[in-house]
């Protein structure tokens, strides 16, 4: 065997192994008594058809270790509000090149810059295996993002 196939052989075994689609999916810890009870489906049973997968050693990172804690300062009961940054999860982020992809969604279109249209990754649920779609859109925005006790300075009323 030529020196060429050898390296393009071995290419392809690496690929084939270390690729992110190769690595089994990992149960998380916090919910192994729920899945065991069988009040939780096992994670592969809450994925989407095409979850996003990322190639963390192509960034030059590592897989880490569920669980642990998180230390961060916040000096004031205030600063309480920069724990969604820490905790939300997004539909749209950017890429080392600072250009929008899609995180949780499949796919954004954009008409004009004005008709935004989100596509949801076909059968993507919440970490409890209830299915997330464009239903949880509509309560957002009819049943908090519109309710003038819940969010009094977004409320068109207020927009004058």
Same mark, same amino acid.
């Given at each position: ?39 939780? +489906? +096992? ?108 969010? +009094? ?8």
């Amino acid at each position: 065997m030529t020196l060429i196939r050898r390296i393009v052989a071995a290419l392809a075994a690496g690929w084939i192994f270390y690729s992110p689609l190769a690595q089994a999916v990992q149960n998380v810890p916090f919910f192994a008594e729920r899945v065991s009870a069988g009040t939780l +489906p +096992p994670v592969a049973d809450r994925l989407p058809q095409r979850p996003l997968s990322v190639d963390l050693t192509s960034l030059g990172r590592e897989p880490g270790r569920h669980g642990g804690e998180i230390d961060i300062l916040m000096a004031r009961g205030k600063d309480t509000r920069m724990m969604t940054v820490y905790g939300y999860a997004r539909l749209v982020g950017y890429d080392p090149n600072m250009i929008l992809q899609p995180d949780i969604l499949q796919n954004v279109e954009v008409e004009n810059n004005k008709v935004f249209t989100l596509h949801l990754r076909p059968g993507h649920r919440w970490s409890d295996g209830e299915p997330f779609t464009s239903d949880d859109f509509r309560y957002f925005w009819e049943d908090m993002a519109m309710n003038e006790m819940l969010s +009094p300075s977004a409320h068109p009323t207020s927009w004058s």
